[in-house]
């Protein structure tokens, strides 16, 4: 079964750091785009930022940009967000999420997500 | 890059159909043929439902469908289920390795 699982979310004061983890299973980790994407409390959802599949390329959206690190472990199938500098707008459900490969073979990472966790929470408050 | 722009809210009676708009610029869904949809229930992960403007994932039944015309592409769920009530996010590829959603509309299903 293929399945993404978010953890590391907590509560953290302005200025502070936390790094999140999405553990993999199920599907060639290694090969596959994956992608952070959160959701402030009854807002929609915002692209954070996205890594290629190994030695490629990482963006970033630029809210987060210079503050946001995303990085993965291959050998251990495990996507990472590590988040420094933290505002009280950084609030929200973060999940991570995986670019869907299409019948004929096509990657979505850029556009198109087909496997997603169930979201670990984010709470930025003094 | 700002957001796209959905509706917050649609309806549509059940067995009848409901289209959603999503609005961008010529940057986004007007330059690119990368629109997907997302359905949210509350509380849990979003689903894809379209991707490429027009194409569905296996598994998405065909009474979801996706087109796209300038800058707005749409959602249209026809005959309306009680399991379709919930929130849709469209969005798009924006270029230079971004991304940008809509903010979302909620369906209803009378």
């Known amino acids: 079964e293929v399945q993404l699982v978010e953890s590391g979310g907590g509560l953290v004061n302005p200025g502070g750091s936390l790094r999140l983890s999405c553990a993999t299973s199920?599907?060639?980790?290694?090969?596959?785009?994956m992608i952070w994407v959160r959701q402030a409390p009854g807002k929609g959802l915002e692209w954070v930022g996205r890594t290629k599949s190994t030695g490629g390329d990482i963006d970033y959206a630029a809210p987060v940009k210079g503050r946001f690190t995303i990085s993965r472990d291959d050998s251990e199938n495990t996507l990472f967000l590590q988040m420094d500098s933290l505002k009280t707008e950084d609030t929200a459900v973060y999940y991570c999420?995986?670019?869907?490969?299409?019948?004929?073979?096509?990657?979505?990472?850029?556009?198109?997500?087909?496997?997603w966790g169930q979201g670990t929470t984010v709470i930025v408050s003094s | 890059q700002s957001a796209l722009t959905q509706p917050p809210s649609a309806s549509g009676s059940f067995g009848q159909s409901v289209t959603i708009a999503c609005t961008g610029t010529s940057s986004d869904v007007g330059r690119y043929n990368y629109v997907s949809w997302y359905q949210q229930d509350p509380g849990k992960a979003p689903k894809l439902m379209i991707y490429e403007v027009s194409k569905r994932p296996s598994g998405v039944p065909d009474r979801f469908s996706g087109s796209k015309s300038g800058n707005t592409a749409s959602l249209t769920v026809s005959g309306l289920q009680a399991e379709d009530e919930a929130y849709y996010y469209c969005?798009?590829?924006?270029?230079?390795?971004?991304?940008?959603f809509g903010g979302g509309t909620k369906v209803t299903v009378l």
């Open positions: 999420t995986r670019g869907y490969r299409d019948s004929s073979g096509s990657y979505h990472g850029d556009d198109a997500f087909d496997i």
């Open positions: 199920g599907f060639t980790f290694a090969r596959a785009w």
């Open positions: 969005s798009s590829y924006a270029g230079s390795n971004i991304l940008v």
